[in-house]
């Protein structure tokens, strides 16, 4: 019998999948293929050599997801009757250099993978999906999560996509009462006569008043488990804490938020954040923040970052970006300017930027 190579088997089954679920979307309505296209060009001035911890000289390269992440995925609902609804999401990062997989834990759907149900009592979710905490902080983030320059490489860079992509969990979302919204999350670690092997939780509290809103999180898990087994390092042991504020008045956004990072055994990372996002035209949006991070444990590791973009809409589904930042590291702090390409950084100062296209569909 003619082996097939496991990459073919994927590719196989995504085909099929997607054709099946072609079929079912035109027949009923209730399946969507959606996904973001995203690569650009990275300059920094200085970049960390991963063996030597020093400066390896400034980088001039492509990356894939400069301004955000690309990815495809499928989501979907079903009406089962009095105002309740059966839901799921299927979410793959894509790394648009090489084809590969990115901006996940490593796996096929590793950024969402969960079905629930969902009505006036709240939702329900099972499965792979992001925690409580990790959208607090993108909801409140002074750059709106950009790849670069924003609060996602010091959040990566400090625990991998812990608590961002969580296994084997269930989540509960209230609906909104009187402007507050309440969030819990609860992950299995799967480890077989050891309950706290991988254990993760987590919980938020949104609240939301006209063109203010507030957000406050938490977070706790531990080492180990099966979802070690993921590529990218999923449960790092580190508890978390947030909170964030954001302003609209017309076309102008303010964002202010806080968050706390304290891994067991190592650092404890304080990170304070503010930005503005304004457009200057419908199609034209300019921002820039800033993020003054300090070791609890030792002050004298500290880093400052600011950055700044500006982006142009050709359409309602591309766009053009492009981005600056400045990084000062301190100590033993290594902040980097960038997700991808520049996650870490090496003592002393730093300038980079980025332009690239993003395409939706």
């Known amino acids: 019998m003619t082996s097939i190579h496991p990459r073919t088997r994927i590719a196989v089954f995504i085909g099929l999948l997607l054709g099946i679920l072609g079929m079912t979307a035109h027949a009923q309505s209730s399946v969507t293929l959606y996904g973001i296209l995203d690569t650009g060009l990275l300059y920094t001035s200085r970049t960390l050599d991963p063996v030597t911890g020093q400066n390896a000289g400034h980088q001039f390269s492509f990356i894939s997801g400069g301004f955000g992440p690309s990815l ?21 990062g894509i790394d648009m250099a090489n084809g590969g997989f990115n901006d996940s834990n490593g796996n096929l759907f590793g950024r969402q993978a969960w079905v629930g149900v969902a009505g006036g009592f709240g939702t329900v979710k099972a499965g792979l999906q992001y925690s409580p905490f990790a959208l607090s902080i993108i909801g409140t983030d002074p750059r ?18 812990t608590g961002v ?33 991988g254990r993760q939780y987590s919980a938020s509290l949104d609240y939301h008043a006209g063109p203010f809103a507030v957000s406050a999180a938490m977070y ?30 017309g076309d102008l956004t303010v ?9 067991a055994g190592s650092f404890d990372n304080r990170v304070y954040g503010a930005g503005a996002s304004y457009f200057v035209t419908p199609a034209t949006n300019v921002n820039a923040g800033v993020w003054y991070t300090s070791d609890g444990n030792d002050t004298s590791n500290h880093s400052l970052m600011a950055a700044a973009g500006l982006t142009y809409n050709l359409s309602k589904a591309t766009l053009l970006y492009g981005q600056v930042g400045f990084v000062n590291n301190h100590g033993k702090m290594d902040t980097g300017l960038s997700l991808h390409g520049a996650l870490f950084g090496v003592q002393g100062s730093t300038v980079g930027a980025d332009v690239g296209i993003r395409h939706t569909f």
């Not at 964002?255 to 891994?263: G, P, Q, R, W």
């Open 255 to 263: 964002k202010v938020n806080y968050v706390n990072y304290k891994v």
């Open 144 to 161: 709106n999560t950009s790849s670069f320059g924003s609060g996602v490489p010091l959040y990566i860079g400090n625990v991998f996509v």
């Open 220 to 249: 706790s898990g531990n080492a180990g488990g099966t979802a070690t087994t993921t590529p990218i390092p999923s449960t790092v042991e580190f508890s978390g804490r947030t909170i964030g504020a954001s302003y609209q008045a």
């Open 165 to 197: 992509f969580n296994p084997n969990a269930i989540s509960y979302t209230s609906p909104t009462i009187a402007g507050f919204q309440g969030s819990a999350l609860f992950a299995l670690g799967g480890t077989p006569g050891n309950f706290q092997a």
């Open 72 to 92: 495809f995925g499928l989501r979907g609902t079903e009406d089962l009757g009095g105002g309740v609804q059966a839901i799921f999401a299927l979410e793959s």
